[in-house]
Protein backbone atom coordinates (compact mmCIF):
# COMPACT_ATOMS: atom_id res chain seq x y z
CA UNK A 1 0.00 0.00 0.00
CA UNK A 2 1.54 3.60 -0.86
CA UNK A 3 -0.34 6.84 -0.81
CA UNK A 4 0.88 10.24 -1.23
CA UNK A 5 -0.03 13.96 -0.65
CA UNK A 6 -0.79 16.81 -2.87
CA UNK A 7 0.36 20.18 -1.33
CA UNK A 8 -2.56 20.32 0.91
CA UNK A 9 -1.78 17.21 2.70
CA UNK A 10 -4.61 15.49 1.55
CA UNK A 11 -3.56 11.57 0.10
CA UNK A 12 -4.01 11.57 -3.67
CA UNK A 13 -2.61 7.75 -4.60
CA UNK A 14 -3.84 4.38 -2.95
CA UNK A 15 -2.31 1.12 -4.18
CA UNK A 16 -3.77 -2.39 -4.01
CA UNK A 17 -2.94 -5.20 -5.21
CA UNK A 18 -5.60 -7.97 -7.23
CA UNK A 19 -3.19 -10.78 -7.84
CA UNK A 20 -0.49 -10.24 -10.35
CA UNK A 21 -1.99 -6.75 -11.19
CA UNK A 22 -1.09 -3.54 -9.13
CA UNK A 23 -3.96 -0.96 -9.03
CA UNK A 24 -3.58 2.37 -8.10
CA UNK A 25 -6.29 4.95 -7.39
CA UNK A 26 -5.63 8.44 -7.94
CA UNK A 27 -7.88 10.90 -6.73
CA UNK A 28 -8.44 14.19 -9.11
CA UNK A 29 -10.08 15.56 -6.95
CA UNK A 30 -13.83 16.55 -6.36
CA UNK A 31 -16.66 18.55 -7.15
CA UNK A 32 -19.17 20.69 -4.84
CA UNK A 33 -23.18 21.67 -6.19
CA UNK A 34 -26.82 21.12 -4.83
CA UNK A 35 -29.05 18.07 -4.31
CA UNK A 36 -30.88 19.13 -7.79
CA UNK A 37 -28.39 16.44 -9.38
CA UNK A 38 -30.57 14.26 -7.60
CA UNK A 39 -34.01 12.30 -10.00
CA UNK A 40 -36.34 9.80 -8.49
CA UNK A 41 -35.84 10.57 -4.71
CA UNK A 42 -36.95 13.05 -1.94
CA UNK A 43 -34.16 15.78 -1.92
CA UNK A 44 -35.05 16.35 1.58
CA UNK A 45 -34.94 12.58 2.54
CA UNK A 46 -31.62 12.46 0.25
CA UNK A 47 -30.22 15.46 2.33
CA UNK A 48 -30.71 13.32 5.84
CA UNK A 49 -29.20 10.13 4.24
CA UNK A 50 -26.38 12.23 3.75
CA UNK A 51 -26.43 14.12 7.12
CA UNK A 52 -26.83 10.97 8.36
CA UNK A 53 -23.34 9.91 7.07
CA UNK A 54 -21.53 12.84 7.89
CA UNK A 55 -20.71 13.80 4.47
CA UNK A 56 -20.92 17.10 2.99
CA UNK A 57 -24.16 17.53 1.16
CA UNK A 58 -23.27 16.83 -2.80
CA UNK A 59 -19.63 16.73 -2.83
CA UNK A 60 -18.75 14.22 -5.57
CA UNK A 61 -15.21 12.08 -5.74
CA UNK A 62 -13.57 12.30 -9.15
CA UNK A 63 -11.64 8.77 -9.22
CA UNK A 64 -8.97 7.38 -11.68
CA UNK A 65 -7.59 4.37 -11.73
CA UNK A 66 -3.76 3.28 -13.18
CA UNK A 67 -3.71 -0.01 -13.72
CA UNK A 68 -0.32 -2.26 -13.67
CA UNK A 69 -0.56 -5.73 -15.69
CA UNK A 70 1.40 -7.89 -17.96
CA UNK A 71 4.54 -5.18 -17.76
CA UNK A 72 1.98 -2.44 -18.99
CA UNK A 73 0.13 0.59 -18.06
CA UNK A 74 -2.86 1.51 -18.50
CA UNK A 75 -5.55 4.28 -16.92
CA UNK A 76 -9.26 4.12 -16.54
CA UNK A 77 -10.49 7.33 -16.96
CA UNK A 78 -8.53 10.63 -17.21
CA UNK A 79 -10.78 12.42 -14.39
CA UNK A 80 -12.31 16.23 -14.65
CA UNK A 81 -8.74 18.10 -15.80
CA UNK A 82 -9.85 22.08 -15.36
CA UNK A 83 -13.53 21.07 -15.09
CA UNK A 84 -13.58 22.85 -12.10
CA UNK A 85 -11.19 24.73 -9.80
CA UNK A 86 -11.25 21.32 -7.21
CA UNK A 87 -9.95 18.94 -9.84
CA UNK A 88 -7.01 18.88 -12.15
CA UNK A 89 -4.94 16.80 -9.76
CA UNK A 90 -4.40 13.47 -11.74
CA UNK A 91 -1.10 14.59 -13.39
CA UNK A 92 0.64 15.80 -10.24
CA UNK A 93 -0.74 12.56 -8.34
CA UNK A 94 0.79 10.94 -11.21
CA UNK A 95 3.84 11.95 -10.29
CA UNK A 96 4.33 11.86 -7.02
CA UNK A 97 4.15 8.07 -7.77
CA UNK A 98 6.66 8.63 -10.37
CA UNK A 99 4.52 7.35 -13.42
CA UNK A 100 5.59 9.59 -16.58
CA UNK A 101 2.14 10.00 -18.92
CA UNK A 102 4.44 9.11 -21.79
CA UNK A 103 4.53 5.92 -20.10
CA UNK A 104 0.53 4.82 -20.47
CA UNK A 105 -0.10 2.62 -22.85
CA UNK A 106 -3.56 2.44 -23.18
CA UNK A 107 -6.51 4.95 -21.78
CA UNK A 108 -9.49 3.31 -21.18
CA UNK A 109 -13.08 5.06 -20.65
CA UNK A 110 -15.64 4.52 -18.76
CA UNK A 111 -17.54 6.70 -21.26
CA UNK A 112 -17.46 10.20 -21.97
CA UNK A 113 -18.29 12.90 -19.73
CA UNK A 114 -16.34 16.10 -19.22
CA UNK A 115 -15.31 14.53 -15.11
CA UNK A 116 -13.74 11.71 -16.85
CA UNK A 117 -12.46 12.46 -20.06
CA UNK A 118 -11.33 15.79 -19.85
CA UNK A 119 -8.11 14.90 -18.69
CA UNK A 120 -7.60 14.00 -22.05
CA UNK A 121 -6.06 16.75 -23.80
CA UNK A 122 -4.55 19.71 -22.52
CA UNK A 123 -5.64 23.50 -23.11
CA UNK A 124 -2.99 23.59 -26.36
CA UNK A 125 -5.41 20.82 -27.95
CA UNK A 126 -2.46 18.01 -27.44
CA UNK A 127 -3.03 14.48 -26.35
CA UNK A 128 -1.67 14.81 -22.28
CA UNK A 129 -1.41 10.70 -23.07
CA UNK A 130 0.73 10.82 -26.28
CA UNK A 131 1.65 6.86 -26.52
CA UNK A 132 -1.69 6.17 -25.24
CA UNK A 133 -4.33 4.36 -27.45
CA UNK A 134 -7.99 5.66 -26.61
CA UNK A 135 -10.57 2.62 -26.07
CA UNK A 136 -14.31 3.14 -25.36
CA UNK A 137 -17.12 1.07 -26.13
CA UNK A 138 -18.62 1.58 -30.13
CA UNK A 139 -22.00 3.18 -29.04
CA UNK A 140 -20.51 6.07 -26.67
CA UNK A 141 -18.94 7.82 -30.00
CA UNK A 142 -21.87 6.91 -31.90
CA UNK A 143 -23.97 9.18 -29.41
CA UNK A 144 -21.65 12.08 -28.61
CA UNK A 145 -20.82 12.41 -32.36
CA UNK A 146 -24.38 12.67 -33.59
CA UNK A 147 -25.83 15.92 -34.41
CA UNK A 148 -29.33 14.62 -34.11
CA UNK A 149 -28.24 14.03 -30.32
CA UNK A 150 -26.30 17.47 -29.72
CA UNK A 151 -29.32 19.54 -31.13
CA UNK A 152 -31.77 18.40 -28.85
CA UNK A 153 -29.22 18.67 -25.73
CA UNK A 154 -30.07 21.62 -23.60
CA UNK A 155 -26.98 24.74 -23.85
CA UNK A 156 -24.90 23.86 -21.52
CA UNK A 157 -25.29 19.91 -22.34
CA UNK A 158 -24.09 20.90 -26.25
CA UNK A 159 -20.86 22.44 -25.15
CA UNK A 160 -19.79 20.26 -22.21
CA UNK A 161 -20.88 16.89 -23.22
CA UNK A 162 -20.80 17.13 -27.50
CA UNK A 163 -18.56 20.21 -28.28
CA UNK A 164 -16.05 19.61 -25.91
CA UNK A 165 -15.78 15.89 -25.85
CA UNK A 166 -14.97 15.69 -29.73
CA UNK A 167 -12.78 18.15 -29.15
CA UNK A 168 -10.67 15.91 -26.66
CA UNK A 169 -10.54 12.86 -28.52
CA UNK A 170 -9.45 14.69 -31.36
CA UNK A 171 -6.01 13.83 -30.53
CA UNK A 172 -6.74 10.29 -30.69
CA UNK A 173 -8.51 9.78 -33.86
CA UNK A 174 -5.74 8.06 -35.24
CA UNK A 175 -5.10 5.24 -32.46
CA UNK A 176 -9.00 5.10 -31.03
CA UNK A 177 -10.03 1.57 -30.40
CA UNK A 178 -13.42 0.70 -30.15
CA UNK A 179 -14.97 -2.39 -28.01
CA UNK A 180 -18.27 -3.95 -27.31
CA UNK A 181 -17.15 -6.02 -24.55
CA UNK A 182 -14.85 -8.40 -23.30
CA UNK A 183 -11.03 -8.29 -22.40
CA UNK A 184 -9.63 -4.93 -23.28
CA UNK A 185 -6.30 -5.06 -21.43
CA UNK A 186 -4.34 -7.91 -19.83
CA UNK A 187 -6.28 -9.18 -17.20
CA UNK A 188 -9.62 -6.23 -17.66
CA UNK A 189 -12.73 -7.14 -18.81
CA UNK A 190 -15.69 -4.14 -20.26
CA UNK A 191 -18.83 -5.16 -18.19
CA UNK A 192 -21.87 -2.99 -20.37
CA UNK A 193 -23.29 -0.86 -17.88
CA UNK A 194 -25.65 1.41 -20.08
CA UNK A 195 -28.06 4.04 -19.30
CA UNK A 196 -26.43 6.93 -17.56
CA UNK A 197 -24.80 7.15 -20.88
CA UNK A 198 -25.42 4.85 -24.39
CA UNK A 199 -21.96 3.49 -23.89
CA UNK A 200 -21.13 3.48 -19.94
CA UNK A 201 -18.94 0.85 -19.18
CA UNK A 202 -17.42 -1.17 -15.72
CA UNK A 203 -14.54 -2.70 -15.38
CA UNK A 204 -13.50 -6.07 -13.96
CA UNK A 205 -9.99 -6.61 -12.85
CA UNK A 206 -9.15 -10.34 -12.06
CA UNK A 207 -6.27 -11.91 -11.69
CA UNK A 208 -6.22 -15.77 -9.80
CA UNK A 209 -8.82 -15.47 -7.05
CA UNK A 210 -8.92 -11.54 -6.44
CA UNK A 211 -11.77 -9.25 -8.43
CA UNK A 212 -12.22 -5.85 -8.25
CA UNK A 213 -15.09 -4.17 -10.25
CA UNK A 214 -14.67 -0.67 -11.10
CA UNK A 215 -18.08 0.27 -11.77
CA UNK A 216 -17.66 3.78 -13.12
CA UNK A 217 -20.82 5.90 -12.50
CA UNK A 218 -23.08 3.28 -11.12
CA UNK A 219 -23.74 5.56 -8.24
CA UNK A 220 -22.91 9.50 -7.82
CA UNK A 221 -23.60 9.98 -4.29
CA UNK A 222 -23.08 6.63 -2.58
CA UNK A 223 -24.92 7.33 0.44
CA UNK A 224 -28.04 7.86 -1.30
CA UNK A 225 -27.99 5.68 -4.37
CA UNK A 226 -27.19 2.64 -2.23
CA UNK A 227 -30.11 3.04 0.10
CA UNK A 228 -32.30 4.14 -2.55
CA UNK A 229 -31.19 2.13 -5.83
CA UNK A 230 -33.71 3.92 -8.04
CA UNK A 231 -32.09 7.61 -7.52
CA UNK A 232 -30.65 8.38 -10.37
CA UNK A 233 -29.22 11.95 -11.93
CA UNK A 234 -29.88 14.70 -14.26
CA UNK A 235 -26.67 13.08 -15.63
CA UNK A 236 -28.38 9.84 -16.70
CA UNK A 237 -29.36 9.93 -20.17
CA UNK A 238 -31.39 6.93 -19.86
CA UNK A 239 -32.71 6.95 -16.32
CA UNK A 240 -34.72 4.13 -16.38
CA UNK A 241 -31.84 1.82 -17.66
CA UNK A 242 -29.69 3.27 -15.44
CA UNK A 243 -31.80 2.63 -12.40
CA UNK A 244 -31.76 -1.00 -13.95
CA UNK A 245 -27.91 -0.93 -14.30
CA UNK A 246 -27.01 -0.13 -11.10
CA UNK A 247 -29.56 -2.65 -9.50
CA UNK A 248 -28.07 -5.46 -11.50
CA UNK A 249 -24.41 -4.44 -10.56
CA UNK A 250 -25.63 -4.09 -7.04
CA UNK A 251 -26.87 -7.95 -6.85
CA UNK A 252 -23.72 -8.75 -8.89
CA UNK A 253 -21.39 -7.69 -6.19
CA UNK A 254 -23.45 -8.07 -3.36
CA UNK A 255 -23.97 -11.94 -3.87
CA UNK A 256 -20.58 -12.64 -5.45
CA UNK A 257 -19.03 -10.79 -2.71
CA UNK A 258 -17.04 -8.83 -5.32
CA UNK A 259 -14.29 -5.47 -3.98
CA UNK A 260 -15.72 -2.57 -5.87
CA UNK A 261 -14.18 1.00 -6.92
CA UNK A 262 -15.94 3.52 -8.43
CA UNK A 263 -15.03 7.10 -10.01
CA UNK A 264 -17.31 9.00 -7.53
CA UNK A 265 -17.00 6.53 -4.38
CA UNK A 266 -14.98 8.70 -1.34
CA UNK A 267 -11.60 8.33 -2.52
CA UNK A 268 -9.85 5.72 -2.26
CA UNK A 269 -12.88 3.86 -3.12
CA UNK A 270 -12.01 0.25 -2.28
CA UNK A 271 -15.47 -1.27 -0.83
CA UNK A 272 -17.75 -4.25 -0.23
CA UNK A 273 -21.52 -3.69 -1.22
CA UNK A 274 -24.04 -5.81 1.22
CA UNK A 275 -27.93 -6.08 1.15
CA UNK A 276 -29.77 -3.84 3.56
CA UNK A 277 -33.78 -3.99 3.97
CA UNK A 278 -34.96 -2.70 0.55
CA UNK A 279 -31.39 -1.18 -0.55
CA UNK A 280 -27.97 -1.93 0.43
CA UNK A 281 -24.77 -0.75 2.29
CA UNK A 282 -21.36 0.10 1.43
CA UNK A 283 -18.73 -0.71 3.68
CA UNK A 284 -15.15 0.48 2.70
CA UNK A 285 -12.33 -2.33 3.19
CA UNK A 286 -10.07 -2.77 6.02
CA UNK A 287 -6.61 -0.77 5.28
CA UNK A 288 -4.40 -3.42 3.96
CA UNK A 289 -0.34 -3.44 4.93
CA UNK A 290 1.41 -3.97 2.35
CA UNK A 291 1.44 -4.47 -1.58
Not at 18 to 30: E, P, Q, R
Not at 103 to 109: M, P, Q, R, W
Request: without cysteine; negative net charge.
Amino acid sequence: MKSGADESGVPGVFRRRIGDIVVTAISDGYIDGTLELLRNVDLELARQVLVDSFRPVRRIDVNTFLITSEGRTALIDTGAGGYRSTTGRLNAHLAAVGVDPRSIDTVLLSHLHPDHSAGLSNTAAEAVFPNAELLMHEREPTYWLDDAAMARAGEHERKAFFLDQRELIAPYRNRTRLFTSGEVFPGVTAIPAFGHTPGHVAFLVASGPDQLMIWGDVVHLPEVQTAYPGAGVGFDVDLAQAADTRRRIFDQVAADRILIAGMHLHFPGFSHLSRRGDGYQLHPESWLQAV
